[in-house]
């Protein structure tokens, strides 16, 4: 069974919502993207979870089938994990497992630090607590030139949009593969040419004020008191989260475990979907 619907966050923004699974008030799945996404990394995940519990996924505002926010300022972190309120309170509220992907583990860690009643588990996929800036590639470099950049684009807006959007997916999959961004012996280029088809879709500016705002946030003070379940997932050769960052997370909270994916990238998920499907059904059989 699944559907499609739209919840409204507090400030009146729409967010866009699937359901799939049985139609029963037990523990719910709730998965949450990184920035630029609309559900691509869940392809494989989605199904097979489903099949035997309820699972909601949502769009963050400006993404997907989400309205652009109703507060142009609102885009950072906190205000994505409000949303994700809104979603559990539109889901009917159930006992959870919530799951992260890149940015989507910030998002869920700062929820944490509100609304951590009825969140049973954590399921957090190459990602980081935070300030993603500063470690892309393992160097500050994206933290340096992101300001650039984004005065650049403010200068020239249309015509950067233009060519924003005129960018080839070919090129763009084959450039990031050639730079090491892919596991070239798990890679399956149509995994992928809906991720380069939406971002190529969404407003420049916006993801912009999103990653700048990803860039300076930070949940690493809550890790320690995160005392339930998590499974942490990372990609040996992640260079957009580095494999060190799910090394200390999993270190800092009380009681997780973390699963290195052997050579696998930012989208180890999608490169290695049998391994990642079979460590998250016995995770989930534990709680």
């Known amino acids: 069974m699944s559907s499609t619907a739209f919840a409204v966050a507090d400030d009146g923004t729409r967010l866009f919502v699937r359901t799939a699974g049985p139609s029963t008030k037990g523990m719910t799945a709730i998965l949450c993207d990184g920035i630029a996404c609309d559900g691509f990394v869940w392809k494989y995940l989605l199904p097979d979870l489903s099949a035997d519990m309820p699972v909601v996924h949502w769009n963050y505002r400006g993404h997907g089938r989400s309205a652009m926010p109703a507060d142009l300022e609102k885009v950072d972190v906190v205000a994505h994990a409000e949303d994700l309120y809104s979603i559990r309170k539109y889901a009917g509220d159930p006992p959870c497992v919530l799951f992260g992907h890149s940015m989507g ?70 450039l990031a593969l050639r730079a090491g961004d892919l596991d070239p012996a798990n890679f399956n280029i149509e995994d992928l040419r809906p991720y380069v088809s939406h971002m190529r879709s969404m407003d420049l500016p916006l993801f912009l004020r999103m ?10 003070d809550l890790l320690k008191t995160i005392d339930i379940p998590v499974l942490v997932i990372a990609g040996e050769r992640d260079t957009f989260t580095p494999l060190f960052l799910a090394e200390a997370m999993a270190k800092a909270m009380p009681k997780a475990e973390l699963l290195v994916l052997k050579n696998a990238s930012h989208v180890g998920p999608l490169e290695q979907h049998d391994l990642v499907g079979e460590k998250i059904r016995a995770f989930l059989h534990a709680l």
Not at 121 to 139: A, D, E, I, P
């Open 105 to 174: 583990c910030q998002v869920v860690l700062e929820e944490m630090r509100n609304h951590a009643d009825k969140v049973r588990g954590l399921v957090l996929m190459c990602g980081s607590y935070g300030r993603v800036t500063k470690t892309f590639r393992g160097v500050p470099i994206l933290e340096m030139i992101l300001p650039k950049v984004v005065a650049a684009v403010r200068k020239n807006e249309s015509f950067v949009r233009a060519l924003w959007e005129r960018i080839p997916s070919d090129i763009s999959l084959k």
């Open 211 to 220: 990653l700048t705002a990803a860039g300076e946030h930070s949940a690493e």
